[in-house]
């Protein structure tokens, strides 16, 4: 499956899924003048011909600031990767197409339920914000 563009207009039908529904997305933030971008970009739409049950985005920084900087993205290339709508990784730097594989893989192995779990348990630990839960 070739790349698709991720803007701010697609955003959201790219990320969040229906439910019920299992969708690996990887987002590649990158910028034309980026050197390591240049270098990553083929590694990217190669794994993205071979995981073709996978979606795979570019984000243009330059163009998509909006979106860059909802995700904090200080530099590039980074890559995201998230499943079933939650961001589960984030890494600056350009991957070597061995180590991308190997991530792909591992993303699929992943069980939800428990990542879903994972996530309750620390958000329980968790003590409320300033604020929260006080009545005045």
């Known amino acids: 499956m070739p790349t698709i563009e991720l803007t701010k207009d697609n955003f959201e039908q790219t ?3 229906p439910e ?18 240049k270098m ?4 990217f739409e190669a794994a993205a ?4 049950d996978v979606v795979f985005a570019k984000c243009n920084t330059e163009e998509q600031g909006e979106l860059a900087g909802m995700f ?6 980074t890559l995201m990767v998230f499943r079933d709508g939650l ?8 991957l070597p197409a061995e180590v991308l594989e190997d ?5 699929k192995g992943l069980d939800m339920d428990e990542v879903r779990a994972k ?15 006080e009545q005045g």
């Open 49 to 52: 011909e071979k995981h073709t």
């Open 40 to 43: 990553f970009g083929p590694i």
């Open 72 to 77: 904090q993205i200080r530099s590039i290339p």
């Open 103 to 107: 991530l792909v893989t591992q993303v």
């Open 87 to 94: 961001a589960i990784f984030q890494q600056a730097g350009a």
């Open 20 to 37: 019920g529904e299992d969708r690996i997305v990887l987002i590649d933030f990158w910028a034309a003048w980026c050197g390591p971008c």
């Open 119 to 133: 996530i309750a348990a620390h958000l329980a630990e968790q003590p409320p914000a300033e604020g929260e839960g």
């Open 15 to 17: 990320i969040i899924v």
